[in-house]
Nanobody, 128 residues
């Protein structure tokens, strides 16, 4: 059983930055790939970024490439999402998720169905 708790969301102006954190419970955290997804009002949940269990592979949605950076600290059971140059279209609830596939392929990493555990989400609002 893994529990995920996101933090770090908030209100920021366009062009600003935020860092989201995801704290995980459970001894198996270091063996899970981790991902961030987001969901805006009236839209489906969409993939943002994923990282393999060792952090050696990272996958980004085209919409966030060059602006967002994912990292993890397995010793602390933490995953981070550094978000820079934020845009109003980045406004959404951001969810942290854990997959039992340690090193998913890019296609797998982008699919919600491979993530077994989900956090409650943290709101990110970017004003124009």
């Amino acid at each position: 059983q893994v529990q995920l708790v996101e933090s770090g969301g908030g209100l920021v102006r366009a062009g600003g930055s935020l860092r989201l954190s995801c704290a995980a419970s459970g001894r198996m955290f270091s063996s899970y790939a981790m991902g961030w997804f987001r969901q805006a009002p009236g839209k489906e949940r969409e993939f943002v970024v994923a990282i393999s269990w060792r952090g050696s592979s990272k996958y980004y949605a085209d919409s966030v490439k060059g602006r967002f950076t994912i990292s993890r600290d397995n010793a602390k059971n933490l995953v981070y999402l550094e978000m820079n140059s934020l845009k109003p279209e980045d406004t959404a609830v951001y969810y942290c998720a854990a997959s039992k596939i340690p090193s998913p392929t890019p296609v797998q990493a982008m699919g919600v169905h491979v993530y077994y555990y989900w956090g409650q989400g943290t709101q990110v609002t970017v004003s124009s």
